[in-house]
Structure formats: structure tokens, C-alpha cells
């Protein structure tokens, strides 16, 4: 990143946080694209799936109509118990699913957002295929078909 947007209206960041600032390309049709912003951690795990919880919030920066994000502490959640082969640990990027979010794709506005010393911060761009498909309108909703009792009882 080239950190060549203006980011000193931003708050400075508090005590053990680091700020993420994500600059992106301008591209056409920026309206079809979207920004899904993904906190999590690298992680010592073995074969368990891993889960990580914690939450993020959206602020504005006062007077300029720029949103920010703040993402709180990412603990360990819940992991499923499989047992795991020997040497089966590694590490890996292991995310926050809960504290995602998406914002719109704007290439005039950084994606600000301040997290946890630890936490990493990824993101990936969305974009709608450019193809409209039309959906099947009901004057109702359709019924379901109904279970078929007989009186007849086999035991």
C-alpha cells in the first residue's frame, strides 16, 4: 500500500492499536463492486476448525462525513474436537467471521480501520456479474404440498 490518501482527520489510534488503511485501485463500474473486510489472527491450530469472536463498529470522523471502523479484542471461540494426527499443527490465518463487514467500493476514500496490535486485518473485493436476471413473481406465495395420512397402520 501506498498510504497516499490523506488520513490526518483520522483519529490517532489508542494505546495497542494499530491502524489498517486499505487504498483502493479506481476502477469502472464501481457501483457493481464491494469491500469485504475480514479481522482474524494467525494462529498455531492443528485439524479443528477454528473460530475466532469479537465484533466491529462503524464511527465517523466529526465534520467530515468519513466513516471509520473500530474492530474490539478477537478472542478464541468455539473449535470443533476432532481428533488430529500427530504433527498436524500450523500456522494459518484464522478470521473473525463475526466482525466482518462490507462497505461500498469508493477508490476516492481509504477503508480505515483500527484494530488490535494482534489482529490482522484482510480484505477481498466482490463484484456482481453484469448480467440482471429477472425473478419469477407470485400474486402468492406458492403452496407446499400436502402429506398424503393413511388409515392403514403396518406393524
Known amino acids: 500500500m501506498s498510504y497516499a490518501a490523506d488520513t490526518s482527520m483520522y483519529p490517532a489510534p489508542a ?7 486499505i487504498e483502493l485501485p479506481k476502477q ?12 482474524g489472527k ?3 491450530v492443528d485439524c479443528n476448525q477454528q473460530m475466532l469472536r469479537g ?11 468519513y466513516s471509520y471502523y473500530r474492530v474490539s479484542a478477537i478472542e478464541r471461540g468455539a473449535s470443533t474436537l476432532m481428533a488430529c ?5 500450523r500456522q494459518r490465518f484464522v478470521a473473525a ?6 462497505v461500498a467500493y469508493n477508490s ?13 486485518v484482510r480484505y477481498r473485493v466482490w463484484k456482481a456479474e ?10 402468492q406465495l406458492p403452496k407446499r404440498p400436502t402429506k398424503q395420512h393413511s388409515d392403514t397402520h403396518s406393524d
Do not use: C, I
Request: hydrophobic share 35%.
Open 15 to 21: 494505546k495497542g492499536e494499530h491502524v489498517h488503511v
Open 28 to 39: 469502472a463500474n464501481e457501483g457493481d463492486m464491494t469491500v469485504e473486510v475480514m479481522p
Open 42 to 44: 494467525q494462529l498455531k
Open 55 to 65: 465484533t466491529s463498529k462503524q464511527h465517523d470522523v466529526e465534520g467530515w462525513g
Open 85 to 89: 494426527p500427530e504433527g498436524a499443527t
Open 97 to 102: 467471521h463475526n466482525a466482518s463487514f462490507s
Open 108 to 120: 476516492r476514500l481509504p477503508v480505515v480501520v483500527y484494530a488490535p496490535a494482534d489482529v490482522e
Open 130 to 139: 453484469p448480467t440482471w436476471h429477472n425473478s419469477v413473481g407470485h400474486p
